[in-house]
């Protein structure tokens, strides 16, 4: 079942959705994890870097990025399959090799590549879900990290064997980590979709909730 598509969805359909995200998300995925063990050391100049995350629709992730300290631009898009087939009808059928995903450039002179994916598994995503996340299923929803260098490769290795190690979750841990080909850009009207339509009942319920927690559990690096 694909759900991350119709804009301002009608009250009962976007609560059952809300509902059923609710009821799949096991008791400890909702909690500010510890950070990264293994990390990379804060740059000592500004500069840009580029990390990419699926975990679900990406309306949401975005919008959590979009709130990090450190952040500068972000968007929705797609990795994991090729050019041809970069469109989201196509996408939202499950069998193109993509994964909804978000671009985050970041300046690791103010926010490190671990502290992102400390983020990205505290708010954003549930690294347990096997191709869903929430009330979306289907491959296209899995959750991946997509590393873009050794070292974040290194570092995100290192993060999901510590996660799985201190037996925070019930379930195993399922996030994939493969190396960044490419990413494709989304369509215009998924480009910032939660900003724009924060009263969509699909948002307020399944995405607001992330940014609060963002604010909550890392003050630090929340921005407005």
Same mark, same amino acid.
Request: aromatic share 10%; proline share 7%; with cysteine.
């Given at each position: 079942?694909? =759900?991350?598509?119709?804009?301002l969805?009608?009250?009962?359909?976007?609560?059952?959705?809300?509902?059923?995200?609710?009821?799949?998300?096991?008791?400890?995925?909702?909690?500010?994890?510890?950070?990264?063990?293994?990390?990379?050391?804060?740059?000592?100049?500004?500069?840009?870097?580029v990390?990419?995350?699926?975990?679900?629709c990406?309306?949401?992730?975005?919008?959590?990025?979009?709130?990090? #300290?450190?952040?500068? #631009?972000?968007?929705?898009?797609?990795?994991?399959?090729?050019?041809?087939?970069?469109?989201?009808?196509?996408?939202?059928?499950?069998?193109?090799?993509?994964?909804?995903?978000v671009?985050?450039?970041?300046?690791?002179?103010?926010?490190?590549?671990?502290?992102?994916? *400390?983020?990205?598994?505290?708010?954003?995503? /549930?690294? =347990?879900?096997?191709?869903? *996340?929430?009330?979306?299923?289907? =491959?296209q929803?899995?959750?991946?990290?997509?590393?873009?260098?050794?070292?974040?490769?290194?570092?995100?290795?290192?993060?999901?064997? *510590?996660?799985?190690?201190?037996?925070?979750? =019930?379930?195993?841990i399922?996030? *994939?980590?493969?190396?960044? #080909?490419?990413?494709?850009?989304?369509?215009?009207?998924?480009q910032?979709?939660?900003?724009?339509?924060?009263?969509d009942?699909?948002?307020?319920? /399944?995405?607001?909730?992330?940014?609060?927690?963002?604010?909550?559990?890392?003050?630090?690096?929340?921005?407005?």
């Amino acid at each position: 079942m694909s =759900t991350c598509r119709h804009p301002l969805r009608t009250l009962g359909a976007t609560l059952a959705l809300g509902l059923l995200g609710a009821c799949t998300l096991p008791s400890a995925a909702a909690a500010k994890l510890p950070p990264p063990a293994v990390d990379a050391s804060r740059a000592a100049t500004h500069g840009e870097q580029v990390a990419v995350f699926a975990g679900g629709c990406f309306w949401g992730v975005q919008e959590v990025f979009e709130h990090v #300290k450190g952040v500068r #631009k972000t968007w929705a898009g797609y990795s994991g399959g090729n050019a041809a087939t970069a469109h989201y009808d196509l996408v939202s059928e499950g069998n193109t090799g993509h994964a909804e995903s978000v671009k985050v450039v970041f300046d690791p002179s103010q926010v490190s590549y671990g502290q992102l994916l *400390q983020v990205f598994f505290s708010v954003a995503a /549930n690294p =347990t879900e096997l191709n869903r *996340q929430g009330p979306d299923s289907g =491959t296209q929803y899995r959750s991946v990290i997509f590393y873009a260098s050794p070292e974040q490769q290194r570092i995100a290795a290192g993060y999901l064997a *510590q996660l799985g190690n201190a037996g925070i979750y =019930t379930a195993p841990i399922v996030t *994939q980590l493969v190396p960044l #080909k490419a990413f494709y850009p989304a369509e215009s009207w998924h480009q910032d979709y939660a900003s724009h339509h924060p009263d969509d009942l699909y948002i307020a319920i /399944n995405d607001t909730p992330k940014v609060a927690n963002l604010r909550q559990w890392f003050p630090a690096l929340y921005m407005r």
